[in-house]
């Protein structure tokens, strides 16, 4: 399988890349890792005329602790990620969601940006994002804006980028004290897009109470699902047996899965509500300490 | 639309030629070089028979333009012996048993050539999650991953010699 014929592009700074999707518009595709577009591209899902290679741009790869959040360059890898020391040790969750994504070949090329930007609810990066509370930065021919991941995923492979729009930045708020995480994803063979996937945060106040929950569901609607209801319900309880499996249900109400080869619309719903507990429950132990 | 002039160091020798962008690595080296150890199994990034090294790091060349190697160093199954001497994961994969038809044995080599790299004393487990993205229709991989303990094994010995 061959892509359609393009022109390829190689900018060597965000300004040269600007204005090329400037003058190309919706005929233009950046790529970056290129895991999810050179697919697409070979079984010409997508055709586009014209290909940004966001490769050459310095500076775009990084992982960093800065104003109480942990910054993440759009360019970096998954491999990057997952031997960071600063993520193992402050999200957890976020090293348990690389570990699971495809395989190590496609984690040494394949980006969080691009993860991000794809807008596939099959992708597993969203749904960790919409827990942790993050948001990305994007730039554009007007300058820079700040986007919540809550109000990121717009559609099915659509997100809030404008086509002349480049994610640069991801930000993710530093968890306070008493914070633990966890993600977990029921898939048909390792490295497998997501049957159902639940990311689950939770912070513990020295009471035990829960102070802030955040739950996100990958591939199991047309969206990465952040599960409202189940968080609302956590906040403030103490975090019970009847707490957690009220939660789950909550969060498998929230799902809108269809039936495919992976399995029934019944079956993921399920998964979700047995994936949403255990995850809260391997949260709450990090969290405990 | 407009080719490109690449240069790509192949098994330490480069290699300049004029190509489309949309050419894969995998033709690249495939059909432009006859540099046809490289497998190409199922065409989707999904078996690992294509996996070569790009500055080091295992990719799945059937996933990579070769516009995208320009100015990198490729290393594929043809350059991993030296001075007629087979690399250790070779001599492991031909000790072992650790192939049947061979298919995807190139893509496993190069696999776990990196594997051994960052991990040069693996357990069974960090093997098997490493050679997660190299199908084997044939092998049941248990030969596979007695192959690569076996290199893993020499390749620490030798070390230790040098040391
Ligand atoms: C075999 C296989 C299995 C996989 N399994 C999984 C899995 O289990 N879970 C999972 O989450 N993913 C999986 N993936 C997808 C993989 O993680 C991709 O790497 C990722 O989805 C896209 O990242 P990329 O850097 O490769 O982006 P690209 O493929 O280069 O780009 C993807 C899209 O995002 C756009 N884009 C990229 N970067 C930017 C940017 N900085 N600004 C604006 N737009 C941008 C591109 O234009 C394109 O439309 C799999 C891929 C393969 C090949
Ligand atoms: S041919 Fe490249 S992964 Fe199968
Ligand atoms: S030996 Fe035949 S596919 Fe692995």
């Not at chain 1, 099915?156 to 480049?166: K, M, V």
């Not at chain 1, 080869?261 to 990090?286: D, F, W």
């Not at chain 2, 894969?24 to 199922?42: A, S, Y």
């Amino acid at each position: 399988m061959i892509p359609a014929p393009f022109d390829y592009h190689t900018p060597s700074s965000l300004d040269e890349a600007l204005s090329l999707l400037q003058e190309y518009g919706y005929e233009a595709k950046i790529l970056t890792g290129g895991q999810s577009l050179l697919p697409m591209m070979k079984l010409r899902l997508a055709e586009p005329e014209h290909i940004i290679d966001l490769n050459g741009i310095p500076g775009l790869a990084y992982i960093r602790e800065e104003d109480g959040h942990v910054k993440i360059g759009a360019l970096t890898r998954e491999a990057e990620m997952e031997e960071s020391a600063l993520i193992r040790a402050k999200l957890p969750i976020l090293h348990d969601t690389g570990k699971l994504i495809a395989d190590p070949q496609v984690r040494n090329l394949g980006t969080l940006g691009g993860n991000l930007a794809h807008g596939d609810p099959g992708n597993d990066h969203p749904a960790t994002m919409l827990a942790l509370g993050a948001r990305v930065v994007a730039i554009g021919p007007n300058g820079q804006r700040a986007i919540p991941v809550t109000e990121f995923f717009v559609d099915f492979y659509t997100t809030a980028l404008e086509p002349e729009e480049i994610l640069t930045e991801i930000q993710i708020p530093l968890p306070p004290p008493g914070s633990g995480g966890a993600y977990l994803k029921l898939e048909r063979k390792v490295g497998d897009y997501a049957t159902a996937g639940v990311a689950a945060q939770v912070t513990i106040d020295a009471t035990g109470r829960c102070t802030e929950a955040g739950i996100g569901l990958t591939n199991v609607s047309y969206v990465p699902v952040k599960a409202t209801d189940a968080e609302a319900r956590l906040r403030g309880s103490t975090l019970s047996e009847v707490d957690l499996n009220e939660a789950a249900g909550l969060a498998a109400a929230a799902s809108r899965p269809s039936s495919d080869l992976r399995g029934s619309e019944e079956y993921k719903r399920a998964m979700v509500r047995v994936l949403t507990k255990r995850a809260l429950q391997r949260a709450i132990a990090r969290a405990r300490g | 639309m407009a080719t490109r002039t690449v240069s790509i160091t192949v098994n330490g020798e480069t290699h300049t030629r004029d190509v489309e962008p949309r050419l894969l690595l995998v033709h690249f080296l495939r059909e432009n070089l006859d540099l046809t150890g490289t497998h190409i199994g199922c065409d989707t990034s999904n078996c690992g028979a294509c996996t070569v090294l790009l500055d080091g790091k295992s990719i799945k060349s059937c996933t990579l333009l070769a516009v995208q190697a320009h100015g990198k160093a490729v290393t594929t199954i043809e350059g991993v012996a030296q001075g007629g001497q087979l690399h250790p994961l070779q001599e492991g994969f031909k000790e072992k048993h650790g192939l049947q038809c061979g298919f995807c044995t190139p893509g496993m080599v190069m696999r776990a050539v990196e594997l051994l790299d960052k991990n040069p004393d693996p357990t069974e487990d960090d093997i098997r999650w490493g050679i997660s993205g190299n199908l084997c229709r044939c092998t049941g991989y248990v030969n596979i991953v007695k192959a690569i303990q076996y290199a893993a094994e020499k390749m620490q010995a030798e070390e230790a010699v040098e040391a």
